[in-house]
T-cell receptor, first 113, second 116 residues
């Protein structure tokens, strides 16, 4: 039972444009959400997080939006850069923290010149 | 530099053999985790430990074992009972704040395990 779903396996965006990566979840107890970026054969690196008490969190070029009623979150990257090309994972927890995260299957973002 | 060190980077296992993946952190983190990544799948939790000498099974613990004798070390043994061990294994850790948990999980660089 996949509790965190990333339905788009891949996404291609031109440099300078906005990248929007989506994530849906089924567990209504999830109250903390994170996005990680991963390059091949490396460990994921933390990008941004959001608590369920918020609906938006920004950090530089990265913004995460949370729609609790739809059980949906999205990561916006503006402007997209070639170095953003990687696999992006969303993750969720029902502990209000980063403990015991449940990960999605990932979306491969390709930023083209 | 503080961080999480996983070794080896690549590991090969023969049929019926147990192998141990190393994970060491010098971040003084309380909690440590092992995740497994298969192609096209997300990271799945194998085992985790919130404090020394204590650990719990994750979602896919069968065929694996761990120990947590020291705060900085959390080795994972892939036993012969794990019939499909080929995967990318990731170790992670975080601090545990007084209220529990942490803001984010830090990952090591991973170990690719393959079966010969």
């Amino acid at each position: 039972d996949q509790q965190v779903k990333q339905n788009s396996p891949s996404l291609s965006v031109q440099e300078g444009r906005i990248s929007i990566l989506n994530c849906d979840y089924t567990n209504s107890m999830f109250d903390y959400f994170l996005w990680y970026k991963k390059y091949p054969a490396e460990g994921p690196t933390f990008l941004i997080s959001i608590s369920s008490i918020k609906d938006k969190n920004e950090d530089g070029r990265f913004t995460v939006f949370l729609n609790k009623s739809a059980k949906h979150l999205s990561l916006h990257i503006v402007p997209s850069q070639p170095g953003d090309s990687a696999v992006y994972f969303c993750a969720a927890s029902d502990t209000g923290t980063a403990s015991k995260l449940t990960f999605g299957t990932g979306t491969r973002l390709q930023v083209t010149l | 530099d503080g961080g999480i060190t996983q070794s080896p980077k690549y590991l090969f296992r023969k049929e019926g053999q147990n192998v141990t993946l190393s994970c060491e952190q010098n971040l003084n983190h309380d909690a440590m985790y092992w995740y497994r990544q298969d192609p096209g799948q997300g990271l799945r939790l194998i085992y985790y430990s919130q404090i020394v000498n204590d650990f719990q099974k994750g979602d896919i613990a069968e065929g694996y074992s761990v120990s947590r004798e020291k705060k900085e070390s959390f080795p994972l043994t892939v036993t012969s009972a794990q019939k499909n061990p080929t995967a990318f294994y990731l170790c992670a850790s975080h601090l545990v704040f007084p209220g529990g948990g942490s803001e984010k999980l830090f990952f090591g660089s991973g170990t690719q395990l393959s079966v010969l």
